[in-house]
């Protein structure tokens, strides 16, 4: 480890990756403030671009977008009251009230310095938590990884969107849609349905799959939404930057909802499935039952500032814990990962327990470059409040035309083959129109994601057996991981039937 | 108790959902498998099959796609999706579903001609024509700046990917 430690320091020595860093996190800050890009699209467009690139710069390109993109969204959260990033929805019940009262620099202040720090411990538990899982995932064999994509699956599925049904859905033809191409054991083709050279790839590109589903159907919607503003003749308010700046007094009565955002959201983030705006929604609403519903005589929903800290530190606390099941497993735990495993495969970086050993300094100068993200994170966010609010009065109907041509100039460039721009139309139209029926499109891009994984692992497993199912439970660990993957699925359905009786009632 | 009409008014999108999920999990289990799936011949064993995965996605398409159905008929409550862009803004007065899929299917119709036509004009002459026009469907009408990044856009663009990244156009 001391070695590798040395190797990426090393690595960093070179200015340009530090500029990077610096470039990557006022992108990220702009695009997350602006409703309707966020950092998922900023990714995704970028993503591309960064295949002539060294693996360090390029992931730290993407990772620094990534964080900077969650601090954006509160930015128009907290100013014209449309969250940037669906994280930062409830960042908007206190923060727009605080702007509407003349606080709006105490707000995104607030906003700033708990995203960054929360992101910040988010990034020790990562560092931590990776190498610890690494040496233990290690010791795995083809069916406890075949049990843990399938725990990772069931919680996928069942934890996104409002019905569990739904989730499950968008898993299965996530799966379906992971199946088509050549049979990875026997090398034939399959389901190259319509177009028959789709059976005869090693399965559909990644990266065409993960723009079409995520930024083709927001570009979409959002499509949809200017067309509902035009005619209902909204127009973006933009708010002044204006009253007192943050006190210690505020930092003092904000410190238990920090704990409560950054505590849940580092949690929630290792579970694959539950994401930043789940993670933001309750260390919300957790932050609100510990403080008795107000903060210095100001009801939450009118302006407290603790609300403002914990949804901002929850959804921040989110973005480290999230790459741990990535990097030791290969799992992606939320639609982002899912983009930067794209990321770190085209770099030729396969995550997994031998990352460590495979690529340690690269890891470890892409941890260290992360945790420098967070403080370049505070310093922008400040320099940004002013010019983020021109942005903000802008005219976005300008932007979702510049990115469409982005992502198809950008798939195209991966493989020069105008079959992956089709796949990524394709699968666009496609996610749209679940998304227009309620089905969640990220655990559809998860299962698509991890369909290589499951099959491999399950035939591999029975390959060893000789046929025998007893591999799948005959060891203590297997044991384990079933009764997780029950157990965990009966809490959540029981959840949800709670949570809908809640809301009957 | 409301009628079944009453209960798929309320649900249609699950109904619509839950019928066309049925039918593609039918088509990939009866048409699609058998028809692009090749079984070699060394096969002894069923987990060296390559259709079993295929097949499994099938079943499990038609069968969550008829559970979505079934709650459908039973007029389970169709919960407000949160959407997150719009949590917080009061609710804009009702328009039509028609309209709003309009544009959307113009900007794919566009996408579509975009794709069409690539390979015989050539990236930059069909990525200015289609950038025009998306920036006309989303409501942009500053003719002047619509010229400028129409073509500015695709030049930046070409320029970028061949001189930096050596990746050569159509």
Redesign the interface.
Known sequence: MIGALQSAFSLLANLEVLVIMMIGIPIGITLGAIPGIGGMIGVGVLLPLTFGMDPVPAIVLLVSIYKGAILGGAFSAILINTPGEAASAATCFDGHPLANKGQSRRALQAAIFGSAFADLISDIVLIVGAFALASVAIKFGPSQKFWIVVFSLLMTGSLTGTNAWKGLLSISIGLFIGAIGLDPLQGTPRLGIIVPQIGRIEGLELVAVLLGAFALSEIFINVEKLRRNKINNVVNPGTQVVGPPLTWADVKESLKAFFIGTGYGTMTGMIPGIGTSAASFLSYALAKQWYGGKSKGVKFGEGALPGVVASEAGNNAVSGANLIPLLTLGIPGSAIAALLLGALMLQGITPGPMIFIDHGPIIYAIFILMILANFSNIFFGHILIKPLTRVLKGNPSIVFPIVLLICFTGVYSINNRLMDVGVMVVIGVFSYLLRKVGVPVAPMVIAFVLTRMLEQNFRLSLILSRGDFAIFYDSPINKVLIAICVIASILVFVQRARAKRALED | MKSVKERLNLNK??F??GLL?ILMGMY?VFV??PN?????SN?R????R??V??Y???I??AL??A??LF?ALLGQ???E??R??????EE??E?SRK???L??GL??VC??F??AL??TLG?LVT?II??GC??L????RNIL?LLL?SVG??IA??TF?ER???????
């Not at chain 2, 064993?45 to 060296?48: A, E, K, N």
């Not at chain 2, 469907?137 to 942009?140: E, F, L, N, V």
């Not at chain 2, 930096?164 to 159509?170: D, N, R």
């Open positions: 999108g699950d619509v959902l999920g990939i699609a498998v692009t799936v090749r079984l070699p096969i064993f069923f987990y060296q390559p259709d995965l295929p499994t996605t099938g499990l398409i969550f796609s559970i979505i709650q409550e169709k919960k999706e949160q997150a862009t719009n949590a917080c803004n804009p007065e328009i309209d709003l899929m544009s959307v900007l794919i996408i579509g975009y794709i690539l390979p990236y990525s289609f950038l998306v920036l469907i989303c409501g942009y700046f990044i856009v695709p663009l070409s990917f930096f990244l050596y990746v050569f156009l159509p």
